[in-house]
């Protein structure tokens, strides 16, 4: 809780235990939060790092609607046919072909060893196709709905309330800070402050860590995070 000392120096009652939840200057941070980031209660222009009320609702992938249907091989050369399952249009192109927004840019071949029941063992085509958009890559597997790709993340600002649909690079202003994403896993968002060169990593358990730019950010969970629930439901087109 908070010292003593600190609520005689801000005027709170030091025999009153609710006070640490209670916003003085009514910024939306609790005494508590000020005494921990080391601001002024009575200040509402003193505050501690917006990101510490960031929120991480939901992690899922960008979607993607083509799939690796087959692979065929001319000389040197490899055609590959993709679907889109939006609405089962067949595509046919090469490497360096622009299909939508997205480019192929590599194809690796290979193949495991899986048992049938029919056969035995067999080998089965596990080969990859590396599509680019705008730097982001999305791996296929043909003859598979396997993808794996570019992470969104739905991050909600909970002063205001307002939800925040973010992508790798994508650039956040809460109150006067500007936040900029710089990785997204299944499980936390990392924003750098890039005027004070500071990273802050938010995670779907609630809790938020932060360390400078070159360094890894504490294991310790702070003390101002919270638990909060996922959704399965959200669009994040």
């Given at each position: 809780?908070?010292?003593?000392?600190?609520?005689?120096?801000?005027?709170?009652?030091?025999?009153?235990?609710?006070?640490?939840?209670?916003?003085?200057?009514?910024?939306g941070f609790t005494n508590l939060e000020e005494f921990l980031a080391d601001t002024n209660p009575s200040d509402p222009s003193s505050y501690p790092p917006p990101v510490s009320k960031f929120k991480l609702i939901q992690?899922?992938?960008?979607?993607?609607?083509?799939?690796?249907?087959?692979?065929?091989?001319?000389?040197?050369?490899?055609?590959?046919?993709?679907?889109?399952?939006?609405?089962?249009?067949?595509?046919?192109?090469?490497?360096?072909?622009?299909?939508?927004?997205?480019?192929?840019?590599?194809?690796?071949?290979?193949?495991?060893?899986?048992?049938?029941?029919?056969?035995?063992?067999?080998?089965?085509?596990?080969?990859?196709?590396?599509?680019?958009?705008?730097?982001?890559?999305?791996?296929?597997?043909?003859?598979?709905?396997?993808?794996?790709?570019?992470?969104?993340?739905?991050?909600?600002?909970?002063?205001?309330?307002?939800?925040?649909?973010?992508?790798?690079?994508?650039?956040?202003?809460?109150?006067?800070?500007?936040?900029?994403?710089?990785?997204?896993?299944?499980?936390?968002?990392?924003?750098?402050?890039?005027?004070?060169?500071?990273?802050?990593?938010?995670?779907?358990?609630?809790a938020i860590s932060t360390a400078f730019e070159d360094t890894e950010p504490s294991e310790t969970e702070s003390e101002l995070s919270t638990e909060t629930g996922t959704t399965s439901d959200l669009n994040l087109e």
């Amino acid at each position: 809780g908070m010292p003593d000392w600190w609520e005689v120096l801000h005027g709170f009652n030091q025999r009153d235990p609710d006070d640490a939840h209670q916003d003085k200057d009514n910024d939306g941070f609790t005494n508590l939060e000020e005494f921990l980031a080391d601001t002024n209660p009575s200040d509402p222009s003193s505050y501690p790092p917006p990101v510490s009320k960031f929120k991480l609702i939901q992690v899922k992938p960008r979607p993607v609607y083509f799939r690796l249907k087959s692979v065929n091989k001319f000389g040197e050369k490899y055609k590959f046919t993709l679907k889109d399952i939006r609405d089962g249009r067949d595509y046919y192109c090469e490497i360096g072909d622009a299909i939508g927004e997205h480019k192929i840019v590599a194809y690796e071949e290979k193949y495991e060893w899986v048992e049938d029941p029919r056969v035995g063992k067999r080998r089965k085509d596990i080969s990859t196709l590396k599509l680019d958009r705008d730097g982001r890559i999305t791996i296929l597997t043909v003859s598979s709905d396997r993808v794996q790709g570019e992470l969104l993340a739905e991050l909600v600002f909970t002063i205001r309330d307002t939800n925040h649909k973010v992508s790798v690079d994508t650039e956040i202003q809460l109150l006067d800070n500007i936040y900029k994403v710089i990785d997204i896993t299944m499980d936390s968002v990392i924003l750098l402050d890039e005027s004070l060169n500071k990273k802050t990593t938010v995670r779907t358990s609630g809790a938020i860590s932060t360390a400078f730019e070159d360094t890894e950010p504490s294991e310790t969970e702070s003390e101002l995070s919270t638990e909060t629930g996922t959704t399965s439901d959200l669009n994040l087109e």
